[in-house]
């Protein structure tokens, strides 16, 4: 039945679904659309990966001046070597006059990628604010299908690299503002399960598979992007966040909202306008806020710090081994899928670990997490040349697990519950546009690893991840199982 009116004890969005239970059918929903959706942005973030891979050369008049394994000029190599061992994908260097003779020109499509992330999270996080999150995340999946699909189908590289920004613009919109939304609409102990839709590890080995079996770059973008056709035809049923509308002061719009979640869960719990219109507002409901309001008090301000280092270290420890796969022994498409694989623990280990054991927190979990990745790439560095090439990719490869599965997991709750509604899409979006800095540094520090020093690359990450653990240590505070703050005023000290 419905909450009775005069139930003034409803301070908090939260406690509504302490009534009701936070967690149903149409939040299991939600998790399988954006579960498999990751499959598209996965896809498109991976492209580059497969598309631009290096053939090795055996001829030896050509290694005496030039490193057969290592070349960074691929054009060269592809023009001159007369016996060269080519990867199984048709990659940007053999199109006719594509790329070549430029050989960078692949990476730096990847950096204008990133650019275009970090402008699509910070667009997406103020739009999020000010007009709601389900339609912008619309927008995104939209947009993501259609540059994809432009993509794939480029005369040259400029239409190619105006549909890597729109790739980058509408990956930047969807994925934080989704799950913005997704972590909304649930109580507080399903909030990292839903963060957990965002993970990639079936995606990679998906798309390991489209990659082998298409053998194209122009086949695996097409392959990829239709299969994120289905989802534009769902997120329209989704509804808007009634967190955010009742912040908005649209309570009756927000009940509305509510109950149909409710409905779709199969409870018969209703809440009115007037029940929703006690839960506390934030001072000033009609301004937009900005990042400099990240920055407004002294623990927002602390928070901030943290996140930024943080969100460096996602893209970057990551990127520099997914962007230079070939850095890694073996066949690359197994590479890929098998770096999909072996992230299949994480979401098992993060939800039992939340929901069961109370030793791990949100502090402990961060710390451990980005502790462990400076740990495993600082072995990979000083022992370079005293391991086995083998050993020293399965490092690295487990260094980026555990900072994008679990550190990123983490992080992006701690984006989540540290800022308030009213400013929670700018906040995601936000340190998204950093994440997207490190995504966009990381390519061309693949180019100086090539060209200088190998260690280039990692050295940088070693710097980044050890400034994100200390400042975490000193500031984050714990908040498994504390609600979500919806005004300043309610934020964690």
Request: contains cysteine; aromatic residues 12%.
């Given at each position: 039945?419905a909450?009775?009116?005069?139930?003034?004890?409803?301070?908090?969005?939260?406690?509504?679904?302490?009534?009701?239970?936070?967690?149903?059918?149409?939040q299991?929903?939600?998790?399988?659309?954006?579960?498999?959706?990751?499959?598209n942005?996965?896809?498109?973030?991976?492209?580059?990966?497969?598309?631009?891979?290096?053939?090795?050369c055996?001829?030896?008049?050509?290694?005496?001046?030039?490193?057969?394994?290592?070349?960074?000029?691929?054009?060269?190599l592809l023009?001159?070597?007369?016996?060269l061992?080519?990867?199984s994908?048709?990659t940007?260097?053999?199109?006719?006059?594509?790329?070549c003779?430029?050989?960078?020109?692949?990476?730096?499509?990847?950096?204008?990628?990133?650019?275009?992330?970090?402008?699509?999270?910070?667009v997406?996080?103020?739009?999020?604010?000010?007009?709601?999150?389900?339609?912008?995340?619309?927008?995104?999946?939209?947009?993501?299908?259609?540059?994809?699909?432009?993509?794939?189908a480029?005369?040259?590289w400029?239409?190619l690299?105006?549909?890597m920004?729109?790739?980058?613009?509408?990956?930047g919109?969807?994925?934080?503002?989704?799950?913005?939304?997704?972590?909304?609409?649930?109580?507080?102990?399903?909030?990292?399960?839903?963060?957990l839709?965002?993970q990639?590890?079936?995606?990679?080995?998906?798309?390991?598979?489209?990659a082998?079996?298409?053998?194209?770059?122009?086949g695996?973008?097409?392959?990829?992007?239709?299969?994120?056709?289905?989802?534009?035809?769902?997120?329209?049923?989704?509804?808007?966040?009634?967190?955010w509308?009742?912040?908005?002061?649209?309570?009756?719009?927000?009940?509305?909202?509510?109950?149909?979640?409710?409905?779709?869960?199969?409870?018969?719990?209703r809440?009115?306008g007037?029940?929703?219109?006690?839960i506390?507002?934030?001072d000033?409901?009609?301004?937009?806020?900005?990042?400099?309001?990240?920055?407004?008090?002294?623990d927002?301000?602390?928070?901030?710090?943290v996140?930024?280092?943080?969100?460096?270290?996602?893209?970057?420890?990551v990127?520099?081994i997914?962007?230079?796969?070939?850095?890694?022994?073996g066949?690359?498409?197994?590479?890929?899928?098998?770096?999909?694989?072996?992230?299949?623990?994480?979401?098992?280990?993060?939800?039992?670990?939340?929901?069961?054991?109370?030793?791990?927190?949100?502090?402990?979990?961060?710390i451990?997490?980005q502790?462990t990745t400076?740990?495993?790439?600082?072995?990979?560095?000083?022992?370079e040349?005293?391991?086995?090439?083998s050993i020293?990719?399965?490092?690295?490869?487990?260094?980026?697990?555990?900072?994008?599965?679990?550190?990123?997991?983490?992080y992006?709750?701690?984006?989540i519950?540290?800022?308030p509604?009213?400013?929670?899409?700018?906040?995601?979006?936000?340190?998204?546009?950093v994440?997207?800095?490190g995504?966009?540094?990381a390519?061309?520090?693949?180019?100086?690893?090539?060209?200088?020093?190998?260690?280039?690359?990692?050295?940088v990450?070693?710097?980044?991840?050890s400034?994100?653990?200390?400042?975490g240590?000193?500031?984050?505070?714990?908040?498994?199982?504390?609600?979500?703050?919806?005004?300043?005023?309610?934020?964690p000290?």
């Amino acid at each position: 039945g419905a909450v009775p009116h005069s139930d003034k004890s409803l301070r908090s969005f939260d406690q509504i679904f302490s009534l009701v239970g936070g967690y149903g059918k149409y939040q299991l929903m939600m998790l399988l659309v954006l579960q498999y959706s990751m499959i598209n942005l996965a896809g498109n973030y991976v492209f580059v990966s497969f598309a631009a891979l290096r053939p090795i050369c055996h001829d030896e008049e050509y290694s005496n001046s030039s490193s057969s394994s290592s070349s960074s000029d691929v054009c060269s190599l592809l023009s001159s070597c007369s016996n060269l061992s080519r990867p199984s994908f048709h990659t940007l260097y053999e199109d006719d006059h594509f790329v070549c003779p430029s050989s960078t020109i692949p990476h730096n499509l990847q950096t204008l990628q990133a650019i275009g992330s970090a402008v699509g999270a910070a667009v997406g996080g103020h739009l999020a604010d000010e007009f709601g999150r389900k339609w912008v995340t619309f927008s995104g999946a939209v947009q993501m299908v259609g540059f994809g699909l432009l993509g794939a189908a480029s005369p040259n590289w400029y239409v190619l690299a105006i549909a890597m920004i729109g790739m980058g613009f509408s990956y930047g919109v969807y994925n934080d503002v989704g799950m913005a939304l997704a972590s909304e609409c649930v109580g507080v102990r399903y909030r990292i399960l839903q963060t957990l839709a965002f993970q990639w590890s079936l995606a990679l080995m998906i798309n390991s598979l489209l990659a082998y079996f298409t053998a194209t770059w122009r086949g695996f973008l097409t392959a990829t992007n239709l299969l994120g056709l289905p989802v534009l035809f769902i997120i329209p049923f989704w509804l808007e966040s009634p967190r955010w509308l009742i912040q908005k002061k649209r309570v009756q719009q927000a009940a509305a909202s509510l109950n149909k979640i409710m409905e779709r869960n199969g409870e018969s719990t209703r809440f009115t306008g007037e029940d929703l219109g006690v839960i506390e507002l934030d001072d000033v409901q009609s301004r937009s806020y900005s990042f400099s309001d990240l920055f407004s008090t002294r623990d927002l301000s602390l928070y901030s710090l943290v996140m930024i280092l943080s969100a460096l270290t996602i893209e970057i420890s990551v990127a520099i081994i997914i962007f230079d796969v070939q850095v890694l022994a073996g066949n690359p498409f197994i590479n890929i899928a098998l770096y999909g694989a072996l992230r299949l623990w994480v979401p098992p280990f993060l939800f039992l670990t939340d929901g069961k054991m109370h030793v791990f927190g949100r502090r402990t979990m961060f710390i451990a997490s980005q502790g462990t990745t400076l740990s495993l790439f600082l072995i990979a560095l000083l022992l370079e040349g005293f391991i086995q090439p083998s050993i020293r990719s399965s490092l690295l490869i487990f260094a980026g697990i555990v900072n994008s599965g679990v550190h990123f997991t983490i992080y992006k709750q701690y984006c989540i519950e540290l800022f308030p509604t009213v400013m929670r899409g700018v906040a995601v979006g936000s340190f998204g546009v950093v994440e997207k800095i490190g995504g966009a540094i990381a390519p061309q520090l693949i180019i100086l690893s090539h060209r200088f020093w190998p260690g280039i690359s990692a050295t940088v990450a070693i710097a980044i991840l050890s400034a994100s653990l200390i400042s975490g240590y000193l500031i984050l505070p714990e908040t498994r199982d504390t609600d979500l703050p919806d005004t300043k005023r309610t934020v964690p000290q």
